[in-house]
């Protein structure tokens, strides 16, 4: 399945919608439709349970999307937070540079003004000369009350790091431990593209993990996974034209730490969790040149998208970049005390970064196979599908009680009596539903009703309503 019939699916089915589509739309923007909406929240609470409710040493805050601009400056973000530009002369179109220029030559480019001079690459849309014309910041600007111009936020982590004191201090938690925030991030993307790849205004689950550097290498985790490989493309392979190997997580500590290893390699494990094959995931080491402002090292998370490897997931090591620039701007100190060792420290910090638009993106790519949207049971937007063969009584009565019995469980179920009996399942299939509950004629002797399980053969009746929750506990 290509980009645009997934699209074309993914807004017949109720999952994505432009938004305002009656207006046209707007570009790198989106609405999330009845069952879109139930998928992305299940994505962003197995985010949430996994990472933040099941681990002790990570918490969680929900700070604001507009802030005070002085964030912005010390994070580096209205210096540095910017893409390179083409623009077409006659017809005004602008491309993001370094994807453009990457598409063309097949491969990272240093120098971009030097590759698109000597090139003379065409525009997409009417053929003419593209130039390039410099670099434009991606943040969107805004106006606080009257006059105090601010930006929304570009990220979620920037909230992380000016709250690290007030978490230290207020919930007394110990170091290494990790702060997670899920929210809204805004970009002014310069060409939005490929459906929800990328937007101007996405989700984001980032979690910045505080260490102390002297530390970095004690992770207590880190002895269950070290035998344990992941593909990965290294930097000297990528410049080599070398395809990604399958390398052991105890073989990469020349690269990285091991409380960095550890996170590259649990949300390497969410997604095959999620039922992602192995083979359409690889990670890549961020060439030097590419690294962002903050970052001293950066493993990404890739999907084999029908357009190619694309990042899903950034795992950078930030150091103590960002609680340095906050101490420095806004005059606060950023330091623990180690009682132990008698010393001030600013910790490091390593930041597993998730999009939740691209893991949406990739487990629908992945899911759909033969007509059928094959999502796991935590994934599914609708657990259950009640089918009463008939819109009357009794079937109605019964039909209300499973629902009941359900949804009072937390199970996501629809009462589906729409069009012909026999379009239901397939309907079902389609939109990913795990299982269906069918009341028919032998309802009425026994109170049975037939079970079907999306991705099973069989049919199981039974009177038992246990049998369902077993089914999707
Ligand atoms: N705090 C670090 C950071 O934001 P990033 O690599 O710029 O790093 C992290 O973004 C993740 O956010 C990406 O891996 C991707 O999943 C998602 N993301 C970034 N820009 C996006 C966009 N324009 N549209 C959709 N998702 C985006």
Redesign the pocket.
């Known amino acids: 399945m290509n980009l645009e019939e997934l699209y074309s699916y993914a807004k017949k089915y109720g999952f994505v919608f432009p938004s305002a589509e009656i207006y046209g739309g707007f570009s790198g923007f989106y609405d999330f439709g009845p069952l879109g909406v139930e998928l992305k929240r299940n994505i962003e609470n197995l985010l949430w349970k996994r990472f933040v409710t099941e681990k002790n040493f990570v918490v969680g805050i929900d700070g604001s999307i507009i802030t005070n601009p002085q964030i912005w400056n010390a994070s580096g973000h209205t210096q540095n937070f910017s893409d390179p530009v083409l623009v077409c002369g006659k017809c005004g179109s602008r491309f993001k540079a370094d994807s453009f220029v990457e598409e063309v030559a097949k491969a990272p480019v240093d120098d971009i003004a030097e590759f698109v001079n000597s090139h003379k690459l065409k525009c997409p849309n009417c053929g003419s000369e593209l130039k390039f014309s410099g670099r434009t910041n991606l943040m969107f600007e805004t106006i606080a009350g009257t006059k105090d111009k601010t930006y929304l936020r570009?990220?979620?982590?920037q909230l992380i790091f000016v709250n690290f004191k007030q978490v230290i201090n207020s919930y007394k938690i110990n170091l290494p431990f990790g702060i997670a925030q899920l929210g809204k991030?805004f970009?002014n993307?310069i060409s939005?593209r490929d459906f929800?790849?990328?937007?101007?205004e996405?989700n984001?689950f980032?979690i910045e993990f505080f260490v102390d550097p002297e530390e970095a290498n004690n992770c207590p985790y880190f002895d269950k996974i070290k035998e344990k490989t992941i593909p990965i493309l290294m930097e000297k392979d990528q410049l080599k034209g070398n395809p990604a190997r399958e390398v052991k997580l105890k073989d990469l500590l020349n690269k990285a730490t091991k409380w960095h290893l550890y996170w590259l390699w649990e949300f390497y494990q969410f997604f095959t969790d999620l039922g992602i094959s192995p083979e359409n995931l690889r990670i890549r080491e961020h060439l030097k040149d590419e690294l962002?402002h903050y970052a001293k090292t950066c493993f990404?998370i890739e999907y084999k998208f029908p357009f190619g490897w694309k990042?899903?997931?950034?795992c950078?090591y930030r150091s103590d970049f960002d609680l340095k620039q906050h101490q420095t701007y806004s005059k606060t100190k950023m330091d623990v005390f180690d009682q132990k060792r008698n010393k001030h420290y600013i910790p490091h910090v390593i930041?597993p970064?998730?999009?939740i638009?691209?893991?949406f993106l990739a487990t629908m790519f992945e899911a759909l196979k033969d007509d059928k949207l094959r999502l796991s049971k935590q994934l599914a937007p609708l657990k259950a599908a009640i089918l009463p063969v008939f819109n009357k009584e009794p079937f109605m009565e019964k039909a209300n009680f499973l629902f009941k019995e359900l949804t009072i469980r937390g199970y996501s179920t629809m009462i589906d009596v729409r069009g012909p009996f026999v379009k239901r399942y397939d309907y079902h299939n389609k939109i990913g539903t795990y299982l269906t509950l069918t009341l028919d004629y032998q309802t009425l002797d026994d109170d049975s009703f037939v079970i079907k399980l999306r991705d099973a053969d069989n049919f199981v009746r039974t009177c038992d309503t246990e049998k369902i929750f077993e089914l999707l506990n």
């Open positions: 570009p990220e979620t982590a991030s970009r993307e939005p929800l790849f990328r937007l101007r996405f984001q980032e962002a990404d990042e899903i997931h950034g950078a930041e970064s998730q999009g638009e691209r893991a």
